[in-house]
C-alpha cells in the first residue's frame, strides 16, 4: 500500500539547533508533496509544498524541503530552530494522479528548548 | 475573513448516540474533506467531497457518514457503529480535489462519555 513514512516521532532540540526532519513516501509515479505544521491550539496550516520544478522547495518561517526522487523523500530542514518553532510537523503526499487524497505521516513533535 | 469554521470546539457524546460535526467554509472551494487525527497515527481521511452532492469514502468511512448539500458545507455525523469515536476530527477544503493545496479548520475534539 502507498504511504508516508516519518522517520521520528518527538525531536529535542535547543534554540540555534539546525533541524532536519526525515519523510519518506512508497509510490513509483508522480507525486505532490506537502508538509504542514501544527502549533499548539492552532490549526494545521501549510508549511511548504512541491508540485514540480527546482526541487529545492522554501517555505514560510525559514523552512525548507528538498525532494529527492531516487530516494523517495522530502525531507524538512531549518538552519537554526526557535522556540517558536515547538509544534508538530506532518508530511503529507497525494499519491497517484487521479487519488484526490492526501495520506499523511504520522507526524514529528518537535520541542526546543530556549 | 475567509475561512473554515468547525463547530462545536469540544463534543461530548453518549453511548448509542449519532452527533453531527459541523463544518462551513467561504473560499468558494468546490472540494471539501474529513480526517480523523488520533494522538501518534497523523491524519486519516475519512470522507471526501470533489462537489456538491457528491462525495466518497476514505480510509476509515465505516461508522461515519456526511452529506454535501451546499457548496460550502460538509457536516459528518458519527453514527453508533463507530466503536472508538474519541478522537479530534478535522475538516478541510481545497479548490479543487485534483492535487490541490488543503486548508483545514480549527477541529473539534470529540469525547464519549
Known amino acids: 500500500a502507498q504511504s508516508v513514512s516519518q522517520h521520528n516521532h518527538h525531536v529535542i532540540l535547543s534554540e540555534a539547533a539546525s533541524l532536519e526532519l526525515g519523510c519518506n513516501y512508497s509510490?513509483?509515479?508522480?507525486?505532490?508533496l506537502f508538509w504542514y505544521v501544527q502549533y499548539p491550539g492552532q490549526h494545521l496550516q501549510l508549511l511548504l509544498k512541491y508540485f514540480s520544478g527546482d526541487p529545492l522547495v522554501k517555505g514560510i518561517k525559514g523552512f525548507e524541503a528538498e525532494f529527492i526522487k531516487s530516494k523517495f523523500s522530502f525531507n524538512l530542514r531549518k538552519p537554526s530552530v526557535q522556540w517558536s518553532d515547538t509544534a508538530e510537523y506532518f508530511c503529507?503526499?497525494?499519491?497517484?494522479?487521479?487519488?484526490?487524497?492526501?495520506?499523511f505521516g504520522k507526524g514529528t513533535k518537535l520541542s526546543v528548548i530556549p | 475573513d475567509g475561512g473554515i469554521t468547525q463547530s462545536p470546539k469540544y463534543l461530548f457524546r453518549k453511548e448509542g448516540q449519532n452527533v453531527t460535526l459541523s463544518c462551513e467554509q467561504n473560499?468558494?472551494?468546490?472540494?471539501m474533506y474529513w480526517y480523523r487525527q488520533d494522538p501518534g497515527q497523523g491524519l486519516r481521511l475519512i470522507y471526501y467531497?470533489?462537489?456538491?452532492?457528491?462525495?466518497q469514502k476514505g480510509d476509515i468511512a465505516e461508522g461515519y457518514s456526511v452529506s454535501r448539500e451546499k457548496k460550502e458545507s460538509f457536516p459528518l455525523t458519527v453514527t453508533s457503529a463507530q466503536k472508538n469515536p474519541t478522537a479530534f476530527y478535522l475538516c478541510?477544503?481545497?479548490?479543487?480535489?485534483?492535487?490541490?493545496?488543503?486548508?483545514f479548520g480549527p477541529g473539534t475534539r470529540l469525547l464519549v462519555l
Open positions: 509510490y513509483g509515479g508522480t507525486v505532490n
Open positions: 478541510a477544503s481545497s479548490i479543487s480535489a485534483a492535487r490541490e493545496t488543503q486548508y
Open positions: 503529507a503526499a497525494d499519491l497517484g494522479a487521479g487519488s484526490y487524497q492526501l495520506t
Open positions: 473560499l468558494n472551494h468546490d472540494a
Open positions: 467531497s470533489q462537489i456538491v452532492n457528491d462525495f
